[in-house]
């Protein structure tokens, strides 16, 4: 399930940012999504996105990284 997941994850952050972040370089490391790019309008649309799919409440210090959004989606959702 943590694979479909992290890969569900990931082609959300490149949605919510308009493709600028490719899922793969997402899923490639334990690179924070503000380091890839990630601005602060594609956190709010991603924010959106995953409370709206899976039904948990985020905060932003949740979306530090990939693994850290998937842990929090797992435990929560």
Known sequence: MDGELRERLAGMIAEATDGAVDPAEVMAGRT????LGVTS??????????ETE???QLEPTTLDGLDE???YVRLHG
Request: glycine fraction near 4%; charged fraction near 25%; aromatic fraction near 10%.
């Open 32 to 35: 924070r999504l503000s380091d």
């Open 41 to 50: 309008l594609a956190f709010l649309r991603l924010i959106d996105a995953v």
């Open 54 to 56: 899976f039904g948990v």
């Open 69 to 71: 959004l998937v842990d």
